[in-house]
């Protein structure tokens, strides 16, 4: 290892969208020096987080519970406006108010268990001295390998989301589909299926909007879901939230991946949604079997011709970068308290599992930076944290 130019720094905040700027914003609020005492990387081009991604027909009226950032309101936004422009917008007025100083674009090569070094022992360094620490893991410095140089971390907080990884199921015949495959991620309107017979595969809320705005413009569309979908009509209160968290909760506990929160709250019935289900464009199928060079065939022989296939088919936990310090569990998640990682007390997963919504991001951002500064102060955590975040995230 080369230490050569390695930056020390109390805390990396990797990640500037909702969550990131969240724990970012607790973090100064707490006395922490943004570009001093913790830095925010960001690999995005502009301010946004994956906002800025969104398809342009997604305007600003038809996204469903965001939330605003901490401090700051989100007052006067035209509904017709895409939503990438008002949120990213927001997002950038944000940084500016409250000073946070995102570095981008960075990516975030690895984060390495980086021992200590006497170099990295500045004016700063509080904690154990690097012989104590040297060599045991947990203890040192986490060495975080950047495109813009390496830091040398006493914490991280991880915000990195979903939108780089998103889900491509597998189906036989895939290579062999003669038409168009995307996925949501790339959607960038209805435009692009103009007089082609579309199916679209997938059961949450982006499936639900690309396929009712591809509908007026299509030849024939065609919806394929993996289970039948819940329409959640009426209000949803504190109660219906927090149950939805604890059943995402649940499975982080376990160690397994989580789900999101919006899979297990169901789909809001919407007036376009109502409109969508009368017209029957609304009208599901069950997953195909296979493709075809022209289609779509299911067990029960039936066919569907089709010139694009859609997969509105989620994201997965871009978390790559954390691989060297071995977070993951037999069954494939990563056990925590509160944002907390249970196998290394330095590193805190924000937006992640009960924390992977707009109001959760709020929270799960001040629960890691009061966490972090606790670890920093060797303030033990109390054990009851992780299970009281996850209990009121949804409040």
Not at 102 to 111: C, E, F
Not at 172 to 198: C, K, M, N, T, V
Not at 248 to 253: I, K, P, Q, S
Not at 328 to 337: A, L, Q, S, T, V
Request: charged content about 20%.
């Amino acid at each position: 290892m080369n230490n050569t130019g390695v930056r020390a720094v109390e805390v990396v905040v990797v990640g500037a969208g909702q969550a990131g700027l969240a724990a970012a914003f607790h973090l100064r609020r707490i006395g922490y020096r943004p570009d001093r005492d913790f830095v925010v990387l960001d690999h995005s081009p502009r301010p946004g987080g994956a906002w800025q991604f969104r398809w342009p027909t997604l305007t600003y009226d038809k996204v469903h519970g965001m939330h605003a950032l901490p401090g700051m309101e989100l007052t006067g936004a035209d509904p017709r406006r895409p939503s990438s422009e008002v949120i990213g917008g927001y997002f950038d007025s944000y940084e500016r108010a409250f000073g946070l100083r995102v570095h981008r674009p960075v990516s975030v090569l690895s984060v390495r268990e980086g021992g200590t070094d006497p170099s990295w022992a500045g004016p700063s360094w509080t904690g154990p001295s690097w012989k104590e620490s040297a060599g045991a893991p947990g203890r040192g410095r986490l060495l975080v390998e950047t495109s813009e140089g390496d830091y040398a971390a006493r914490a991280l907080i991880n915000a990195t989301g979903t939108w780089d990884r998103p889900f491509w199921p597998r189906f036989p015949g895939q290579e062999i589909f003669g038409g168009r495959q995307l996925h949501s991620a790339q959607y960038r309107g209805p435009q692009d299926f103009r007089a082609a017979r579309a199916v679209v595969v997938g059961g949450g809320t982006s499936a639900v909007q690309q396929l009712l705005e591809i509908a007026p413009v299509a030849a024939a569309t065609t919806w394929v879901t993996r289970r039948p979908p819940v329409f959640r009509a009426g209000p949803f209160g504190e109660e219906q939230g927090r149950a939805a968290v604890a059943l995402v909760a649940d499975r982080v506990r376990q160690g397994l991946p989580p789900r999101s929160v919006v899979s297990v709250t169901g789909l809001p019935m919407t007036e376009a949604i109502r409109r969508g289900r009368e017209s029957g464009v609304l009208e599901r199928l069950p997953l195909f079997e296979r493709l075809t060079p022209t289609g779509a065939v299911w067990d029960d022989g039936r066919t569907v011709e089709a010139d694009a296939i859609l997969y509105a088919t989620g994201f997965r936990p871009a978390l790559d970068h954390l691989a060297p310090l071995r977070l993951r569990e037999p069954g494939g998640g990563i056990r925590m308290d509160g944002t907390r990682t249970l196998r290394d007390a330095r590193v805190h997963l924000v937006g992640y599992g009960p924390s992977a919504s707009t109001i959760g991001a709020n929270r799960a951002g001040r629960a890691a930076a009061v966490g972090v500064d606790r670890l920093l102060a060797e303030e033990p955590q109390p054990a009851a944290e992780g299970a009281e975040l996850a209990g009121t995230l949804a409040s």
